[in-house]
């Protein structure tokens, strides 16, 4: 199997896991559970307000600062609001953050809506984008999009003649004068593995970015910080360096499976946490800061 499969199967798995809430509420930063379940089937929708997404933000801020995870967050409100005949409503955001943003979540109240609400996002070039569309009840409710970043945001909200949108916000996070900074990549010195890299290569680090809005468009619950989580991971290449231990490996292997010669392995030698903004998995109105703690590979070596 290639690296590449193994990577995306055990990244889906260990997601899958680590979105399961630890067990010592309201105390949330700890060990994550061992049962494996992907998807959290919810009573309700997810329904988090602006005010609780603002409060949460803050405290993940509060726990990452001084980490390679840190952001910068600010909340923008529209700069111009228009209601049109056919009931819809188009919002207009200007920020200087937005030339810096690595994501902007769109957050709205809707309510009296007509079952189905779509959100258009106008970019730099004209073209429209839907980055919404879903059904929702008729009571408010919080929606919920993923805006691609520009530096100008122009959206349009479709839900019907006698729909209401009210707190329109552009959460922005951001970085401030080292651009975008990826989790532990290269931080311990690690030979990264090149774009050819070959079976018989070094032990070296491969880069590989994953965005949670994609893992979310797959049914995995919602992960509102960070925004992207780095899943770089140890190439399966030659190691020409072993432990003391490796003979006496190598010459157990050989006594008990001879038809099996054993493979030098590049694989994870120390791991560093990832700390995440995600859902109360019994209360939809809440949000939670988790750690998942062996989530980033950190170095590579051989065993």
Request: charged share 15%; proline share 8%; aromatic share 10%.
């Amino acid at each position: 199997m290639k690296a590449t499969t193994l990577l995306t199967t055990s990244l889906l798995f260990y997601l899958a896991e680590a979105q399961q809430l630890v067990s010592n509420w309201p105390n949330s930063i700890g060990e994550w559970p061992n049962q494996y379940s992907p998807h959290i089937h919810r009573p309700l929708p997810i329904n988090v307000s602006q005010t609780e997404f603002e409060t949460k933000m803050k405290e993940y801020q509060r726990v990452t600062r001084g980490t390679e995870q840190q952001r910068e967050y600010q909340p923008i409100v529209p700069t111009e609001t228009h209601h049109e005949p056919d009931g819809g409503v188009t919002l207009k955001f200007s920020s200087p953050h937005f030339k810096v943003a690595e994501g902007i979540t769109l957050k709205l109240l809707i309510s009296n809506a007509t079952l189905h609400v779509a959100i258009f996002q106008t970019l730099a070039n004209g073209h429209k984008v839907v980055v919404k569309s879903s059904f929702i009840p008729r009571a408010p409710i919080w929606v919920d999009a993923y805006l691609q970043p520009s530096t100008e945001i122009n959206v349009r909200i479709s839900c019907g003649h006698y729909c209401k949108v009210q707190y329109p916000t552009a959460n922005v996070q951001y970085t401030i004068g080292h651009g975008s900074r990826d989790l532990g990549i290269n931080s311990e010195g690690n030979l990264m593995c090149s774009g050819n890299a070959q079976p018989h290569d070094a032990c070296c680090m491969t880069k590989f970015k994953v965005k949670f809005e994609e893992l979310e468009q797959e049914g995995l619950e919602p992960i509102f910080a960070p925004l992207f989580y780095d899943a770089s991971y140890c190439g399966n290449f030659y190691c020409d360096t072993h432990p003391p231990h490796y003979y006496t490996m190598i010459k157990n292997h050989l006594l008990y499976n001879p038809a099996d010669p054993p493979e030098s392995e590049c694989t994870p030698s120390a791991y560093q946490p990832l700390r995440v903004l995600t859902v109360h998995p019994d209360n939809s109105d809440i949000l939670v800061v988790q750690v998942w703690e062996k989530a980033v590979a950190k170095t590579c070596g051989c065993v």
